[in-house]
């Protein structure tokens, strides 16, 4: 099997991937052993799935931010707070399903409590939590599109 980077050069190696061959040079320039047009996918797959978290979070925001606006007698501002809250509250919902918590079996109105407990919860951690985790997507984003950009420019 040949390189697909460099004809005639015998492979030393697979991108794990899609299996093409990778002479040694090819072989050791990511880890693991990929080729660059799969690092490429799949590193954009991941950005698009980062962006549509930082997306979908503003949107939230700035729905509820106008739905409040419009649906409550308020001055315009105050509709902030709470429509922060709600996109908040929905990443921490999202920590919270993460935790490894114990089953149990237990009865509806106690499934009802402990779903009101994690709400509140979840809207308490989320107004915390929200800004971390839109920095690290943020920061991903980035991180991702200077390597593509160095990738391309066979800088790496
Ligand atoms: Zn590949
Ligand atoms: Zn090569």
């Not at 509806?108 to 407990?117: R, S």
Request: aromatic share 8%.
């Amino acid at each position: 099997m040949e390189c697909i980077n460099h004809p005639g050069k015998m492979a030393a190696g697979t991108c794990q991937v899609c299996g093409k061959g990778l002479c040694a040079e090819c072989a050791n320039r990511f880890s693991p052993t990929v080729c660059e047009t799969c690092l490429l996918e799949n590193n954009n797959s991941v950005a698009r799935r980062l962006i549509f978290d930082v997306a979908l979070t503003l949107i939230i925001f700035v729905g509820v931010s106008i739905w409040i606006a419009m649906s409550v007698e308020t001055h315009k501002s105050h509709s902030v707070i709470p429509a922060l809250f709600i996109a908040g509250g929905l990443w921490g919902w999202q920590l919270i399903n993460r935790l490894p918590l114990p089953i149990f079996i237990v009865s509806l109105p106690v499934l009802g409590m402990m779903y009101i407990f994690k709400a509140v919860f979840a809207l308490i951690i989320g107004i915390f939590a929200m800004p971390i985790m839109l920095f690290l997507r943020i920061r991903d984003i980035l991180k991702i599109n200077t390597l593509k950009k160095n990738i391309l420019a066979g800088k790496v």
